[in-house]
């Protein structure tokens, strides 16, 4: 099993930033991604970024693509995603989630991503 703790979320007025951490435990040796989707209410899940463990190479949602880094530290065993020049529409639940192998696939569809931490909000004023 791998335990996901999410960190950072919080209540930023248009504009501003905020740095969410993951921080991964257990059996994390098979991990090969590890990514961040957010959810909004009443929508659907909906993917952010996510990086290759190994490689470090990422990908990201049209959406957030030049505001949003997402970057790790393989000693911390930590997934970071730091958000800039945010939009109230960025407003939601923000959930980490870890890649392990056999999974393979794109990195953007939730369904590859076996385990998923409780989540962090991040709530964004006009």
């Known amino acids: 099993q791998v335990q996901l703790a999410e960190s950072g979320g919080g209540l930023v007025q248009a504009g501003g930033s905020l740095r969410l951490s993951c921080e991964a435990s257990g059996r994390t040796f098979s991990r090969t991604a590890m990514g961040w989707f957010r959810q909004a209410p009443g929508k659907e899940r909906e993917f952010v970024a996510a990086i290759n463990w190994s490689s470090g190479s990422t990908v990201y949602a049209d959406s957030v693509r030049a505001r949003f880094t997402i970057s790790r530290d393989n000693t911390k065993n930590t997934v970071y995603l730091q958000m800039n020049s945010l939009k109230p529409e960025d407003t939601a639940l923000y959930f980490c989630?870890?890649?392990?192998?056999?999974?393979?696939?794109?990195?953007?569809?939730?369904?590859?991503?076996?385990?998923w931490g409780q989540g962090t909000q991040v709530t964004v004023s006009s």
């Open positions: 989630a870890s890649r392990h192998s056999p999974y393979s696939g794109s990195l953007t569809s939730a369904g590859l991503y076996p385990y």
